[in-house]
C-alpha cells in the first residue's frame, strides 16, 4: 500500500486539473483529504453543540424535511457529518476513517484519485437516495461517511477479491479474512436487521446504496467481468458519449514473445497500455489491450520462476 500519492503515476491523475492535483497533492491524496475534513467538521459539529447552537447537524445533515424546504445539498453534506453522541470514544467517526485510511488510499491509487473522488461521493449519495426513498416522510435524519466508506470497501473487494486481510475483531482479537468474505460478511450486517425489523438506529438501507454503488461502478470502469445488464447500459451510454480523438494503437500478439526479457515486455508491450489507463483510465481499454494484460501476469510469472 502506498503511503502517500504521487499525482505523476496514480492512474486517472491527469483527469483532474493541474491547480487542483497541487492543492490535493499537499494533503498527500483524496482519502486523506477526506479525513481532515471529516475531522474538522466533527470538531465544528462538538464546538457548536456544546455551545448549544448544532447549527451544522440542522443544516447539513440528510433530512427529508430539509430537502422538502430547499436545502438540497443534504444528501451529499451529510456524508462528512459524524454522530456526536458517545462515550468515552467516538466509535463512528473512528471506525469510519480507520477503514477509509487502510483501505480508501488502496483503491484510489489503483484507480486514480478523480475516479475514486467520484466513487466516494457518489457512493454516499446513492445511499442517501435509497435511504429517502424508505423514509422520505420519517422525522429521522442520516449522518456519517459509512455509505461512502463501504462503497470503497466493496471496490476493494471487488478489484482484490482473494487479497488477504487481517482486522482486529472487537478491537481484540486478530481475524485474517479474503476481502471478498469482508464485503460479505458487511453486506448480511446491514441485511439482517431489515430482514427482522429490527430498530438499531443505522441506516442500513444508505450503506446498502453505498455497497451497491461501488460494486456498479468498479464493473463500470472495467474491472472483472462485467454482467450483461450493465454492459446494455453502459453501451447506450457510450453512444451518446462524444467520440475520443484516436490514440495510437497497441498492436502486440497474444501471447508474448518468448526471446522477450521481463524489461523488454514491459517497456514495449505493457507500458503503452498502462500509459493509456493513466490518460483515458480502464474502461477506455479494447478486448485486446485487456487480453495483453493478462497475458503479461502469466508471462512475469513464468520468467520469475
Keep these: 500500500m502506498r503511503d502517500s500519492w504521487d499525482q505523476r503515476t496514480s492512474s486517472g491523475g491527469g483527469r483532474f486539473t493541474a491547480p487542483l492535483l497541487n492543492w490535493i497533492g499537499r494533503f498527500g491524496s483524496v482519502t486523506q483529504l477526506i479525513i481532515w475534513v471529516c475531522v474538522v467538521v466533527f470538531v465544528l459539529q462538538l464546538l457548536t453543540e456544546f455551545v448549544g447552537w448544532p447549527i451544522l447537524d440542522r443544516l ?8 422538502r424546504q430547499g436545502l438540497v445539498w443534504q444528501p451529499v453534506t451529510y456524508i462528512f457529518l459524524h454522530d456526536t453522541n458517545f462515550g468515552v470514544i467516538p466509535w463512528h467517526i473512528l471506525i469510519n476513517l480507520l477503514v477509509l485510511w487502510f483501505i480508501g488510499r488502496e483503491v484510489e491509487y489503483f484507480i486514480g484519485p478523480k475516479f475514486f473522488t467520484r466513487l466516494f461521493l457518489l457512493g454516499g449519495l446513492t445511499g442517501a437516495v435509497l435511504w429517502l426513498t ?14 461512502a466508506v463501504l462503497a470503497c470497501v466493496i471496490a476493494f473487494a471487488t478489484l482484490f477479491p482473494d487479497r488477504e486481510i487481517t482486522f482486529l475483531l472487537w478491537f481484540i482479537i486478530p481475524v485474517r479474512l479474503k476481502a471478498k468474505y469482508i464485503a460479505i460478511a458487511l453486506i448480511a450486517l446491514d441485511v439482517l436487521p431489515l430482514l427482522r425489523h429490527t430498530n438499531t438506529g443505522v441506516a442500513h438501507l444508505a450503506h446498502l446504496g453505498g455497497a451497491a454503488f461501488g460494486w456498479v461502478y468498479i464493473k463500470h470502469l472495467g474491472y472483472g467481468q462485467m454482467p450483461q445488464w450493465l454492459a446494455w447500459f453502459r453501451f447506450l451510454g457510450e453512444k451518446f458519449r462524444p467520440r475520443r480523438r484516436p490514440t495510437r494503437p497497441v498492436t502486440t500478439a497474444r501471447k508474448p514473445a518468448q526471446s522477450m526479457s521481463a524489461d523488454e515486455y514491459m ?8 500509459d493509456k489507463i493513466a490518460r483515458e483510465g480502464m474502461q477506455s481499454l479494447t478486448k485486446a489491450e485487456r487480453e495483453i494484460l493478462d497475458s503479461a501476469k502469466d508471462f512475469l510469472r513464468k520468467r520469475q520462476s
Design 134 to 147: 424508505v423514509n422520505f416522510h420519517s422525522q429521522a435524519y442520516v449522518v456519517g461517511a459509512s455509505a
Design 60 to 67: 447539513f445533515a440528510l433530512r427529508s424535511s430539509g430537502l
Design 267 to 274: 517497456r514495449e508491450k505493457v507500458d503503452p497500455i498502462l
